[in-house]
Every structure is written in C-alpha cells, then in structure tokens.
C-alpha cells in the first residue's frame, strides 16, 4: 500500500484530484494499519512526494504566489460555484449532498436540493469569424431512471451486470473478500471524489471526477461476475455489447466534428504560453456546436494545446475505432477467464 502512495505522487503532477486518493489509503493506514505502521516505507514514500512535489510548487509559488497558485481549481477558488438568485453562494453541505445524491439516485428525488440554486442554462453556438451567437435552448431532460447519475454510466445492462455481480460477491463469502475495506474503499472514495466540487451536477459528476472511481467499481463488478457460471457472464457481456456499441459510435462521430479554428504555430512547436492565456482564435467558416464543446474547444486552443483530431482527422477516427475494437476483444476474452481462485480483495 506504501508503494500505491508512491505511484501516485506523479498522478499528483497531472490531476490534484488524485491527492483524494493518497488520502484515502493514508487514512486506511492510520486507521486500520496504525499498530503496525510501515514507517521506513511511508518516509521513502515522503520523500518521493517532496522531491517531485516540492519543485513544482515551488516554482509555482515564486511565478504566481501562494494565494493564485492555490487558488487555481474550483475548489479553493470560488469563481465556479452554484449561487443562488441573489448572487450568494449555495451552502457547502448543501452542495455536497446534492451531488451525492445525484450520483446514487435519480434526479426527481434530489431535485429539492438544488431548487433555489441558478443552474447553468443549455446553449447552442452558431458562428463566423469573430461573431458568436449563443443560443439559449431547452435543456434534454431526465426522462428515465437510465438518464440521470450512475445508471447513465452503467445503462440498464451495466445496471443488471452490477447487480449479478454483487450477488457473486455475496455467494463468496468472507473467504475471498475484505468486505470492511471494499466497502471503504468504494464509500469514502466517492465522498472524497465529490468533496472537491462547489457547484450542483444535477445529472451526476461523472464526467467531472469520478471516472477513477468507475474504474474502481469496474474492477469489483468483473470479479464478482467471474464467480457466476459462464452463460450468465456471456449474457451480461451480450447485453452491453447491444446497448453501448452504438453509443460508442455515436460518441467516435461527436469527437470527430472539427471547429474551424487554427491552431497557433507556437502550440504545434511544443511552446505553449505560460501565465497568459493567447488570443481567442477566429472562426475561418460558419459552425454550430454544442456550447460545452465549443467552450472547451476554446479554451484549449487558447491554452496552447493541439488537437489530434485537427491535425489528424482520418487517424482520429481510425485509432478511435482501433480502441473500441480492442474493449470488445477484451469483454470477449473476459468470457473465457477461468474463474479465480482466492483472495482478490483479501
């Protein structure tokens, strides 16, 4: 577990989120290993975190100071969060609870959590040049159980996959889980996943920052799936196969559409800015886009990034295509697993 703590001070370079993680098996340390504390292990951890850690923010503080330096998420800095019609921030409690509740429920239920709360309108951009047109329009409701937290994840083959692991799980016993752990692991984590957020995702954080956390419920769904005869897991694998392949498809085709916005010559030279933000590029076509797209499209360009898809779109859409090849080849294969013997989670 000390040597999990080391892997993830490089994540912690990438994404502070994965700080939620470093704590959550801190904790378990503290908590369940604090009698027999591996101490030489957990200093060396300490010191590859400074070494790699320490440099970094250290740069940081002395290029932006302290108060920007810290301040840059939406977390500590406030400049994303849910207020209310007079402009005052939602309660953090509130929000957290909300969110929890939109992950794990559908939405009708949580809907009195966030009824004071302005939420982000849906738009639409239309543009040309430097003329921007945003359009206010309906946003797609949750019309289903389906549409809204983690069933949209799951769909209702992933939902029924669960639920026949689980129940694998059970069949087990005690002999190959560490239930008190796994239920830790998979509670605290999604708290500590949502804790970060100031403002309300009514339709669930999945795409925000639980997508670690999915990884993690993927792994125990397989091994529960694995205890199950081979017919139900062939069914299960059939029943997604059905539902997510031509979701799948259908998201290849989204990604692909291409803004017409060139990128800047020193991205393609691998010399982004630094502490400054380039100008926002001109339209050199008409389009019209989905508002987060485009905003995200944006922002990266302004950021100094440089899109695969641009430069690339025929070898886009090859290797997206290559990719969803290789996850059903896998879900195939997972077929043909033999089923484990002991102690995945012991």
């Known amino acids: 577990m000390a040597a999990s703590l080391v892997w993830l001070a490089p994540g912690f370079l990438t994404h502070y989120l994965t ?14 290993k604090r009698r027999d504390l591996p101490i030489a292990a957990l200093c060396r951890v300490a010191l590859v975190w400074g070494l ?27 400049y994303y969060a849910s207020r209310d019609v007079h402009g005052n921030l939602i309660p953090y409690p509130r929000v957290l609870a909300g969110n929890l509740c939109a992950d794990l429920l559908p ?25 921007i047109t945003e ?41 190959t889980i560490d239930l008190p752990f796994l239920l830790w692991v998979l509670g605290a984590g999604l708290i500590f996943n949502v804790l970060p957020l100031r403002w309300f995702g009514t339709a669930g954080t999945f795409s ?25 897991i062939a069914a299960a694998v059939l029943g997604m196969l059905i539902e997510f392949v031509p979701h799948d498809l259908s998201l290849i085709e989204q990604q692909t559409m291409v803004l017409p ?31 987060d797209y485009y905003a995200n499209y944006l922002f990266k360009i302004q950021g100094g990034a440089a899109f695969f898809r641009d430069l690339h779109p025929d070898t886009f859409r090859n290797v997206s295509f290559v990719f969803l090849g290789l996850g059903l080849l896998a879900l195939g294969a997972g077929v043909r697993i033999s089923r484990p013997g002991a102690g995945l989670f012991g």
């Open 107 to 131: 939405q009708s239920v949580c809907q009195p959590l966030w009824s004071t709360a302005v939420l982000e309108p849906c738009h639409t951009v239309d543009g040309h040049g430097s003329a």
């Open 208 to 232: 925000n920052n639980l997508e670690p956390w999915l990884l993690l419920v993927a792994v125990v769904a397989v091994r529960g799936l694995l205890t199950l005869p081979r017919p139900t």
């Open 135 to 175: 359009t206010v329009v309906a946003c797609r409701p949750a019309m289903t159980i389906s549409d809204s937290g983690i069933f949209s994840v799951l769909g209702y083959s992933g939902s029924i996959a669960l639920l026949l692991a689980i129940i694998g799980l059970l069949r087990t016993g005690k002999r």
């Open 19 to 32: 700080l939620v993680y470093a704590a959550l098996l801190g904790l378990h340390l503290l908590f369940v």
């Open 261 to 291: 916005f060139a990128h800047y010559e020193s991205s393609l030279r691998g010399d982004p800015p630094v502490a400054r933000m380039l100008p926002a590029p001109v339209a050199a076509a008409p389009f019209h886009s989905g508002c």
């Open 52 to 78: 790699l850690i320490g440099p970094w923010f250290g740069y940081e503080f002395r290029k932006f100071g302290v108060r920007s330096t810290l301040g840059a998420n939406t977390t500590i800095g406030t």
